[in-house]
């Protein structure tokens, strides 16, 4: 049974930094890929960060530059620091993980980031 438990989200004004922490059960070395999504009030959920299980990362053009996704194999963790928070970057953060040998997608719960003054 895999599970994702997000937590770091909070309320941070335009400028500032957040971590967002995504524990994982399971399997590790078994998550393909993982990565961060977020969903705005009344948007769609769309990427934000993604890293493979060797390292390979890949990030929306709107972040560029300003987060950064890791992953410690050790912690059976990964981790999205984010920098210069604009007011744009408000929404639910989710975390994700795909196991390319069954093909499933697995989800987090959910946290709530918030950029305003």
């Known amino acids: 049974q895999v599970q994702l438990v997000e937590s770091g989200g909070g309320l941070v004004q335009p400028g500032g930094s957040l971590t967002l922490s995504c524990g994982a059960s399971?399997?590790?070395?078994?998550?393909?890929?993982m990565g961060w999504y977020r969903q705005a009030p009344g948007k769609e959920r769309d990427p934000v960060a993604t890293?493979?299980?060797?390292?390979?990362?890949n990030y929306a053009d709107s972040v560029k530059g300003r987060f950064t996704i890791s992953r410690d194999n050790g912690k059976n963790a990964i981790y999205l620091q984010m920098n210069n928070l604009k007011p744009e970057d408000t929404a639910v953060y989710y975390c994700?993980?795909?196991?390319?040998?069954?093909?499933?997608?697995?989800w987090g719960q959910g946290t709530q980031v918030t950029v305003s003054s």
């Open positions: 994700n993980a795909y196991i390319a040998m069954i093909n499933r997608y697995y």
């Open positions: 399971g399997s590790f070395s078994s998550f393909t890929v």
């Open positions: 890293i493979t299980n060797v390292g390979g990362t």
